[in-house]
């Protein structure tokens, strides 16, 4: 089977979808330890190094140890691009750069690993510099596509848009994947074995759903009901708390989303297995890369 290099893995998200198209994750690498616990617990067979991408040390043993590697996959943190970051932007502006930077630092040390194909996943709002990624790329020799997805079309309950980059150079080739009828949240939910609910919602909070069910109105921050019937909202970081704000209603009751909820509706199985606190958990579901859609773009990765 191909094999591949997951930088910036998290809690696993990419490579699951690439191991669900038979390829093999030799290594991931990360600085969240509570992710790479739960990447650890999953991929028992995979080595996992806990480092900053610019240390040295780590370029140095990647570039022994993972040389000709098929593919090098990954999602640069993507808070210096994210809507959700606005507030802070202007206060934590050297921070935010840092961020910036990430994705360009990610794909030289991918192609200093002479892969076949490298992949990097990205919020839209990050376009800027996904072009230079593209650009420096195809400046090395690679044939690069970039577009965005929305990964309710590709077996994922849920509306997510984000940019895949897929470059790829002699002996790979990349069909972009074609999209299918999406899933709903209500279909997902209930799939055997269902994920635990969430907890019964304030009666504060219920006033807040109410009313924002009877305004349509939505705010960032605000509550608001999942419609089962679509695909859900997407699944943030700053979203995915237990308290708001998004709610499922059965019967005239709302409850918060639980983690097991939110993992589902981000296309894990109910058979991964996470590591940490709840908060931290439900910090490294919504920071995925869904897996489901991983699988499409590995999906339609050819090797010769």
Same mark, same amino acid.
């Given at each position: 089977?191909?094999?591949?290099?997951?930088?910036?893995?998290?809690?696993?998200?990419?490579?699951?979808?690439?191991?669900?198209?038979?390829?093999?994750?030799?290594?991931?690498?990360?600085?969240?330890?509570?992710?790479?616990?739960?990447?650890?617990?999953?991929?028992?067979?995979?080595?996992?190094?806990?480092?900053?991408?610019?240390?040295?040390?780590?370029?140095?043993?990647?570039?022994?140890?993972?040389?000709?590697?098929?593919?090098?996959?990954?999602?640069?943190?993507?808070?210096?691009?994210?809507?959700?970051?606005?507030?802070?932007?202007?206060?934590?502006?050297?921070?935010?750069?840092?961020?910036?930077?990430?994705?360009?630092?990610?794909?030289?040390?991918?192609?200093?690993?002479?892969?076949?194909?490298?992949?990097?996943?990205?919020?839209?709002?990050?376009?800027?510099?996904?072009?230079?990624?593209?650009?420096?790329?195809?400046?090395?020799?690679?044939?690069?596509?970039?577009?965005?997805?929305?990964?309710?079309?590709?077996?994922?309950?849920?509306?997510?848009?984000?940019?895949?980059?897929?470059?790829?150079?002699?002996?790979?080739?990349?069909?972009?994947?074609?999209?299918? !009828?999406?899933? /709903?949240?209500?279909?997902?939910?209930?799939? $055997?074995?269902?994920?635990? @609910? *969430? &907890?019964?919602? #304030?009666?504060?909070?219920?006033?807040?759903?109410?009313?924002?069910?009877?305004?349509?109105?939505?705010?960032?921050?605000?509550?608001?009901?999942?419609?089962?019937?679509?695909?859900?909202?997407?699944?943030?970081?700053?979203?995915?708390?237990?308290?708001?704000?998004?709610?499922?209603?059965?019967?005239?009751?709302?409850?918060?989303?639980? !983690?097991?909820? /939110?993992?589902?509706?981000?296309?894990?199985? $109910?058979?991964?297995?996470? @590591? *940490? &606190?709840?908060? #931290?958990?439900?910090?490294?579901?919504?920071?995925?890369?869904?897996?489901?859609?991983?699988?499409?773009?590995?999906?339609?990765?050819?090797?010769?």
């Amino acid at each position: 089977m191909p094999t591949f290099v997951d930088l910036f893995s998290g809690c696993g998200g990419m490579s699951l979808g690439f191991s669900l198209a038979n390829w093999t994750p030799l290594c991931a690498v990360d600085v969240y330890e509570d992710a790479l616990k739960t990447y650890s617990q999953n991929f028992p067979e995979t080595e996992v190094i806990c480092a900053d991408v610019n240390d040295q040390d780590l370029q140095n043993k990647l570039k022994t140890k993972y040389l000709n590697v098929d593919a090098v996959v990954g999602g640069p943190p993507c808070q210096g691009f994210s809507m959700a970051s606005n507030r802070n932007r202007a206060t934590n502006k050297e921070r935010y750069e840092q961020l910036n930077s990430l994705p360009l630092k990610y794909a030289k040390l991918a192609r200093s690993l002479c892969p076949k194909v490298i992949v990097m996943e990205e919020v839209p709002a990050a376009k800027v510099v996904v072009d230079e990624v593209e650009t420096y790329l195809i400046q090395e020799g690679y044939n690069v596509t970039a577009q965005v997805y929305n990964a309710s079309k590709y077996s994922v309950p849920q509306s997510r848009k984000r940019i895949i980059l897929v470059a790829t150079r002699s002996g790979a080739d990349f069909v972009p994947p074609s999209p299918e !009828a999406p899933i /709903s949240s209500g279909e997902a939910l209930n799939r $055997s074995p269902r994920p635990s @609910h *969430g &907890t019964l919602v #304030s009666e504060k909070t219920k006033s807040k759903i109410l009313l924002f069910k009877e305004t349509k109105q939505r705010l960032w921050g605000k509550f608001e009901t999942i419609d089962l019937s679509k695909p859900s909202p997407t699944i943030l970081t700053v979203t995915n708390s237990s308290t708001g704000p998004y709610a499922l209603q059965r019967g005239n009751n709302f409850y918060n989303l639980s !983690a097991e909820e /939110s993992a589902r509706l981000q296309s894990f199985p $109910s058979s991964y297995v996470f @590591h *940490g &606190t709840t908060t #931290s958990i439900r910090k490294q579901i919504g920071n995925a890369v869904p897996p489901m859609l991983a699988r499409a773009i590995a999906s339609s990765i050819t090797l010769r």
